[in-house]
């Protein structure tokens, strides 16, 4: 199983930005579609964001859509989750998964980051 690591969750005011990062540890992004899940206590994970291994057009919540951006760095085999304008009901703990070519199901997850939209 690929091993993903999190970064860039915190704190913001309404308004603001915050740029999450998931790194595949030693395994090329080509392989995994990645997504980026948010889940709040009480309520079901959400899928907010995904792009395929072999890239092409990312998948964007409609909840999200306009706001979020998904981003590739395959040199650091990286995705970024580019949050703009964000919103107190943005606020969760944000997972990264990966689900392997082919697969159908998410098999391998992050520990998540915390992101607090202030209103």
């Known amino acids: 199983q690929v091993q993903l690591v999190e970064s860039g969750g915190g704190l913001v005011q309404a308004g603001g930005s915050l740029r999450l990062s998931c790194t595949t540890s030693g395994r090329t992004l080509s392989l995994y579609t990645l997504g980026w899940f948010r889940q709040v206590s009480g309520k079901e994970r959400e899928l907010v964001a995904a792009?395929?291994?072999?890239?092409?057009?990312?998948y964007i919540a409609d909840s999200v859509k306009g706001r979020f951006t998904l981003s590739r760095d395959i040199a650091r085999n990286t995705v970024h989750l580019q949050m703009n304008n964000l919103k107190p009901e943005d606020t969760a703990l944000y997972y990264c998964?990966?689900?392997?070519?082919?697969?159908?199901?998410?098999?391998?997850w992050g520990q998540g980051t915390q992101v607090t939209v202030s209103p």
């Open positions: 792009i395929a291994g072999s890239g092409g057009s990312a």
């Open positions: 998964a990966s689900k392997p070519r082919g697969g159908d199901s998410y098999s391998s």
